[in-house]
């Protein structure tokens, strides 16, 4: 049995990750457009790893994590988000659960982001009994800002994480 509960959109299917979900991880976090306003530069493979772990590991020890985002007529990979507590070094300090995600660049400008963003916050809401989640975004992401705002959240903070900008939202 697995410890992450699938929710299904009109058009996605948001399920764990599995160890069949690498080589595509691998090609997304190795992609400039994916990591431009994330992380920065292309993961390696060997850091994608380290994250696949991560993601099962949150929901081993958590309750919660990330789920894979999967094209319910293809099985195509989308991207990947959900709740997070990654103990992160940011003032002010995230003081609830942090929803994150990215899409497969061939995913951009489609609303995959909002369909799963939807159903993971209605989710939360329920698993987590509250509704304050937190989201760091680049004040460059313009998209990713304007997801987040449709969905609920405002801004906070400004904050700066690992010497880069970023902005600090939460939802109410």
């Known amino acids: 049995m697995s ?12 399920r764990g990750h599995t160890l069949a979900d690498y080589p595509v991880m691998v090609e997304v ?11 920065g530069r292309p993961s390696t493979p060997e850091e994608t790893w380290g994250r696949l772990h991560r993601y099962a590991g949150h929901w081993a020890l958590m309750g919660f994590g990330y ?13 990947e988000g959900g709740f997070s507590d990654f103990k992160r070094d ?21 609303g995959f982001a909002l369909e799963a963003l939807t159903a ?23 998209r990713s800002l304007r997801l987040a705002q449709k969905v609920g959240y405002r801004e906070y903070a400004r904050a700066l994480y690992h010497g880069a900008a970023e902005v600090l939202l939460r939802r109410v």
């Open 29 to 39: 976090w190795g992609d400039e457009v994916t990591v431009r306003h994330t992380i």
């Open 90 to 110: 940011v003032q002010p300090a995230l003081d609830a659960p942090e929803h994150g995600w990215a899409l497969a660049p061939w995913a951009h400008g489609q």
């Open 120 to 142: 993971q916050l209605a989710w939360a809401d329920a698993h987590f009994k509250r509704r304050d989640f937190v989201c760091m975004i680049a004040p460059e992401n313009e």
């Open 67 to 79: 789920w894979a985002w999967e094209e319910k007529g293809t099985g195509r990979f989308v991207g």
């Open 3 to 14: 410890l992450v509960p699938t929710l299904e959109t009109e058009r996605l299917r948001l």
